[in-house]
């Protein structure tokens, strides 16, 4: 791949959807063409992304872009509602727990679960968990 994407990589690059940039143009959003499911990454471009990280020697971003790709099929009201729960002090353990066990059963977001559990045991650590 080569950087920026935008310019060398247009027709390789897909959506959430398979379309490919080259194809999301203002003129197809004005004719009503494009969704907004068109406009977000897909697993693929994630995982593409994390292999160049790696390659960079860049092992933790490579990891979060890993986690996003995970992310692609969680519905937005559960990455939100994720977000919120890892706030500091705005869940309990179990409710960490939870949410864990959930990404991992239903969406298979290993890395995303793995990640969810790590934070459960530092905020009880630390104090800030319900």
Do not use: W
Not at 51 to 61: F, L
């Amino acid at each position: 791949m080569r950087y920026p994407l935008g310019q060398h990589e247009a027709e390789s690059i897909t959506s959430k959807t398979g379309k490919k940039l080259s194809d999301i143009t203002l003129d197809q959003v004005r004719k009503g063409n494009i969704t907004a499911d068109d406009i977000k990454i897909s697993k693929e471009m994630l995982k593409k992304q994390g292999q160049v990280s790696k390659e960079a020697g860049n092992d933790p971003m490579a990891l979060n872009f890993e986690r996003a790709g995970e992310l692609v099929d969680v519905p937005d009201e559960v990455i939100l509602e994720m977000y919120n729960k890892l706030r500091p002090n705005r869940s309990t353990k179990r409710e960490l727990v939870e949410m864990a066990k959930e990404l991992l059963e239903k969406y298979g977001a290993v890395h995303c679960a793995k990640l969810v559990m790590e934070a459960a045991e530092v905020y009880e650590k630390r104090g800030i968990l319900l």
